[in-house]
């Protein structure tokens, strides 16, 4: 789905439905009434769809328009009630990435000491969507993808990750050497898979199609049917992510 208005033959902003939400490019260039005007009628018939979706601003490579873009993320919030508007250049959250692009995703670390215990809380990148080829998904935290992960696709993460639909693509975890992180996905499938230092290319096919969840033991990675197994029933108390 894409749509565009047309002012005086140039338009100004373009509207693309991608993923679980839109991705507006226009040229900032234009006047700021033009492109007020535009988002407006473009986004005028989806009100019912933009409720809460996300949308991903792309201006291009240009600086000095924060006042424009301010007032675009306003007018898409109280207008039409959309969940967050994010730039292109940000790299946040998955929505509306192109093949090819990639996802960077940096932890934030800190103490909680309201609780009767201290825990060390960290954040974790959780993307909702198919993970298409070419694209790279990047953090220092865990990674969680609900959705697929299609071949050509890669995943690299500090901590553990966790795909809810089919891994078919390239994955690492504890990058860059943890052995004490795991990956789980309900459809197991990758073409290669990395824990820390261990590399793994050969994935035991008796488990295609079932949840299986992947640890390094004795300097290999083992594959084990996640349902069978319950790994995550032998934890005893609960351990911060």
């Known amino acids: 789905?894409?749509?565009?208005?047309?002012?005086?033959?140039?338009?100004?902003?373009?509207l693309r439905g991608v993923g679980d939400g839109f991705k507006l490019t226009l040229d900032p260039t234009m006047p700021e009434e033009v492109i007020l005007k535009e988002i407006t009628a473009l986004f005028e018939p989806l009100k019912h769809l933009s409720v809460n979706t996300?949308?991903?601003?792309?201006?291009?490579?240009?600086?000095?328009?924060?006042?424009?873009?301010?007032?675009?993320?306003f007018l898409l919030k109280s207008r039409?009630?959309?969940?967050?508007?994010?730039?292109?250049?940000?790299?946040?959250?998955?929505?509306?990435?192109?093949?090819?692009?990639?996802?960077?995703?940096?932890s934030?670390?800190?103490?909680?000491?309201?609780?009767?215990?201290?825990?060390?809380?960290?954040?974790a990148l959780i993307l909702t969507g198919r993970v298409r080829s070419g694209q790279k998904i990047e953090t220092q935290s865990h990674l969680i993808i609900a959705?697929?992960?299609?071949?050509?696709?890669?995943?690299?993460?500090?901590?553990n990750i966790i795909v809810l639909g089919a891994l078919?693509?390239?994955?690492?975890?504890?990058?860059?050497?943890?052995?004490?992180?795991?990956?789980?996905?309900?459809?197991?499938?990758?073409?290669?898979?990395?824990?820390?230092?261990v590399v793994s290319i050969e994935i035991n096919s008796e488990f295609v199609g079932k949840p299986v969840f992947a640890t390094v033991k004795d300097n290999k990675?083992?594959?084990?049917?996640?349902?069978?197994?319950?790994?995550?029933?032998?934890?005893q108390w609960p351990t911060v992510m």
């Open 221 to 235: 990675i083992i594959t084990e049917d996640y349902i069978k197994t319950q790994p995550f029933g032998k934890i």
């Open 1 to 14: 789905m894409e749509k565009s208005l047309v002012t005086n033959e140039i338009s100004a902003v373009k």
């Open 168 to 197: 078919l693509g390239q994955v690492y975890a504890g990058y860059p050497d943890d052995e004490y992180a795991f990956v789980m996905a309900l459809d197991f499938r990758p073409t290669q898979v990395q824990i820390g230092g």
């Open 147 to 159: 959705g697929n992960v299609n071949p050509g696709a890669e995943l690299t993460a500090g901590g």
């Open 80 to 106: 039409f009630d959309v969940g967050g508007v994010i730039q292109h250049s940000e790299k946040i959250s998955g929505v509306g990435k192109d093949s090819g692009s990639t996802i960077n995703h940096r």
């Open 54 to 73: 996300k949308v991903v601003l792309d201006i291009g490579n240009v600086q000095g328009y924060d006042n424009l873009i301010r007032d675009i993320k």
């Open 108 to 123: 934030n670390s800190n103490k909680d000491n309201s609780r009767g215990w201290v825990t060390d809380r960290s954040d």
